[in-house]
């Protein structure tokens, strides 16, 4: 799970002491990343989650948005001027039971929503 940060105008020391914390890793537009051949295409900061893969989606948001500002004006003013997002991996696992899921509670889905996050999720197949 990241919380990422997209935009050309991006400036990551900017996005850094807007949220009052470090990016896991982070470029500008242009720049060139290591291990790519051609230069960004758009800038982004990029903060991993510090739990484990197996924690709930739940205790992972609230990872990352501890460690990070909770004043909903500083998110809104980047999510009006870039795509905020946090990407979450989720790993479909063939089990027989049809009664594997995950909630999002209130709570979560308002801390989303008050700082302007898109939630997006990927889903993996495993056999």
Do not use: Y
């Not at 500008?28 to 924690?55: H, I, M, N």
Request: hydrophobic residues 45%.
């Amino acid at each position: 799970m990241s919380l990422q940060i997209f935009g050309d105008e991006l400036e990551p020391e900017g996005v850094s002491a807007l949220l009052g914390g470090a990016p896991t890793h982070s470029h500008r537009k242009d720049e060139l990343v290591e291990g790519d051949a051609l230069p960004a295409a758009t800038g982004a900061w990029v903060l991993e989650a510090s739990l484990p893969d197996s924690a709930e989606i739940e205790e992972s948001v609230a990872n990352l948005f501890g460690r990070l500002t909770s004043d909903v004006d500083e998110w809104a003013t980047l999510s009006a001027q870039f795509a905020v997002d946090i990407r979450c991996e989720l790993e479909l696992v063939e089990s027989g039971d049809s009664s594997d899921g995950f909630d999002l509670s209130p709570r979560l889905a308002a801390a989303l929503a008050e700082r302007g996050v898109v939630l997006s999720f990927s889903l993996v197949k495993r056999t």
